[in-house]
């Protein structure tokens, strides 16, 4: 079984300063991918960023980099220079590279940015 | 780009009725899947599905049932609607690619039972 923690319900933070929200996790499987989504006031689900397992260096995607300690079984995300439009809902996720191949959620983080 | 869309944004149901949400996906996906999403539980899968004709329960499938017929369609179908099943619900699909098995979701359908 894969757990996803958030603990952070929720944060604000001053439009362009950096941002980080936590994510740990649980699991057994021996190789799986690691995902952070962003869900604004619409609803809808936007794919942000991906990590796996067995990659050497953290991901990047332009303002997002998920800071991936292994052996720690954290995997945050980092928002560099936020902006008012980042407010909104965010939630780590995982998958098993194997077996089933659903998203495990953690409960999500809703941040604020403030101007 | 990949399009996954939901037959409703938002619906209102009595309780008993039988209710079926539609999902629809236009990339040949093999993977489809059905979550719920409640406020300070993130999304809790019901359904997911391989393949056509196939269903695998999820954590949440008690008072649910699925149907895929075709590739491209999976239904989500709550055989006699209960209050505790207002929520909204969110259809995803997938495949193996470089970033895993990445999903892409539909707008999701806020269901109300009344």
């Known amino acids: 079984a894969q757990k996803i923690t958030q603990t952070q319900p929720g944060m604000f933070v001053q439009e362009k300063e950096a941002v980080t929200l936590d994510c740990t996790y649980d699991?057994?499987?021996?190789?799986?991918?690691l995902f952070w989504y962003k869900q604004p006031s619409s609803g809808e689900m936007i794919f942000l960023i991906y990590?796996?397992?067995?990659?050497?260096q953290n991901a990047t995607e332009g303002r997002y980099s998920l800071n991936f300690q292994k052996a720690r079984k954290s995997a945050n995300l980092v928002i560099s220079a936020s902006q008012l439009g980042d407010s909104a809902m965010y939630f780590c996720?995982?998958?098993?590279?194997?077996?089933?191949?659903?998203?495990?959620f953690g409960s999500g983080t809703r941040l604020q940015v403030q101007p | 780009d990949v399009k996954v869309t939901q037959s409703s944004r938002y619906l209102v149901k009595r309780t008993g009725e039988k209710v079926f949400l539609e999902c629809v996906q236009d990339?040949?996906?093999?993977?489809m899947f059905w979550y719920r999403q409640d406020p300070g539980l993130g999304l809790r899968l019901i359904y997911f599905?391989?393949?056509?004709?196939?269903?695998e329960k999820g954590d949440i499938p008690e008072g649910y049932s699925v149907s895929r017929e075709k590739k491209e369609r999976f239904s989500l179908i709550l055989e006699s609607a209960s209050t505790n099943q207002t929520s909204m619900y969110l259809c995803?699909?997938?495949?193996?690619?470089?970033?895993?098995?990445?999903?892409?979701f539909g707008p999701g359908t806020r269901l109300t039972v009344t």
């Open positions: 995803a699909s997938s495949f193996w690619r470089e970033r895993g098995y990445e999903q892409y």
């Open positions: 699991t057994s499987d021996p190789s799986y991918g």
């Open positions: 990590q796996g397992s067995y990659d050497q």
């Open positions: 996720a995982m998958s098993p590279d194997t077996g089933r191949r659903a998203l495990t």
């Open positions: 990339m040949d996906h093999e993977n």
């Open positions: 599905s391989y393949d056509v004709k196939m269903k």
